[in-house]
């Protein structure tokens, strides 16, 4: 397989555009080219990707995409849609794709053709939606369920939380949502205080169904339910379902594996909305704005698989994303949507482009030689405003931003769409052209004021627009997402499917609760800091007022 590094031709012919435009101005790319923001954007799919504000060239464009050639993108996206084990380090196939392939498409993983089973699994969801959204579905006291609380963490939580808030004007409002993931237990009981266990349905959602965190608040939440139901298990299967994988873990939880909505190892977690992880969604919004979901991520599947790579949206919003962070030295990147809606957005493509892209070495195992997956982050406008773009304005290091809008607005309440959007327009206005000083000079700023009112500029972002935050818009918008992290891991000749960098942790935390939970002193063998840790732990716990303690 084609892997480019640093001393790569077509790396270093990109790497010379890179330099060269150092020396120049997003300012005067504009004004040398009168046609820049029309030919710097491009729609498809019900998005506008409006990519002129990048400090970026046609030959720099062209250099870019010649790399992804020599990276081999084409070949590797043919690759993921065939169902190849590209996830090579888990040997695994990754088909994320195959969750919204329409019903008579036919992908093959070890010569079996999945997409039946997907369409299969989604029609045994949507019966059970219809289920509980009619009320058809009855508790085990007979009342129908008016709370749906999914428990699950990483890519069992973030995808289905950020979605209902995304989607949250298209919910069925008679029923509560809710979304438990951290082992905090302040997470579960927050979420479960004002709800009545009679009408309350758990989604445990867990790949792998070994998850400490969600298997903790699972077992919480089934003592909540039995301490309601004067400890009657047979309430269990009433109040219960399970999203995994795993059908030995569902059942030896107690969950009838009739109640078990699959799906399979070749569905990464943080990919996994379109599967049976989106359960809950499709509770709230019912099984055909499910499928408006799906077909806005297959109308961006489409797009990335055919179009020209300086037509295609992912392909160009990925290799401007190495170009920023590799080429330019950007090391983070801001995701700032003008939609009160998409506020946990950020935080779903934390996951999303962190764990694929937070990566050191390549696929053969040797270490990267540039820097790899950027820092994302990010808060809705206009608070955002209001707290850290003075840094993205006038700070030391530049963040490339996102800009994300609504062309309608669903609540379109006086004018307060106008000044959003004008917000949205303006920051990627103020960011790119800045405020010389000669322009604050002018009017009549006095002169030891002049630097600390003039705006550099120079700050490159994307526009992305949609008409109205539907289901299939925001299907869309995730998958412009997902195939720009894999463009860029192509690029950079990583995994981006694997997450060994959270296991670690993981596994010194397993160490660590016994530790903790001793009656006797236990032998700390860790280093001094974190021994000194676990005593202090360990006396709160135990002291006055902890929770061992008297
Ligand atoms: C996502 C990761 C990770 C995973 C969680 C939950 O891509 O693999 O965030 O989703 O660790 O795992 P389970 O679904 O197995 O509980």
Known sequence: MAMVNARHPAWRATAEQAAALRATTIAALFAADSSRAERLSVSAAGLVFDYSKQLVTTAALDRLAALAEAAGLRGRIEAMFHGERINSTENRPVLHVALRAPAGEVIEVDGRNVVPEVHAVLGRMAAFARDIRSG?????????????????IGGSDLG????FEALRFHADRGIEFRFVSNVDGTDFAEAVLDLDPRETLFIVSSKTFTTVETMTNARTARDWILAAMDGDTAAVARHFVAVSTNAAEVARFGIDTAAMFGFWDWVGGRYSLG???GLSTMIALGPDAFQELLG??????????????????PALHGLLTVFNTSLLGH????????DQYLKRFPAYLQQLTMESNGKRVRLDGTPVDCPTGPVVWGEPGTNGQHSFYQLLHQGTVVVPCDFIGCLRPLNALGNHHAILMANMIAQAEALAFGKPAEAVAAEGVTADLVPHRTFPGNRPSNTILVDQLTPRALGSLIALYEHSVFTQGVVWGINSFDPWGVELGKVLAQRIVPELESATEPNLAHDAS???????VRAARRGPGGITGS
Do not use: Q
Request: charged share 20%.
């Open 331 to 338: 090391s983070t990147t801001a995701v700032l949507p003008y």
């Open 296 to 313: 806005g991520f297959r109308a961006i599947d489409e797009h990335f698989r055919t179009a020209p790579l300086l037509e295609n949206i």
């Open 530 to 536: 974190t021994n000194a840790l676990i005593r202090r």
């Open 160 to 163: 289905p939380a950020m979605a």
């Open 136 to 152: 058809t579905w009855r508790g085990a006291t007979g009342k129908p369920i008016r709370a749906v609380v999914n428990i699950g």
């Open 275 to 277: 599967s049976a992880i």
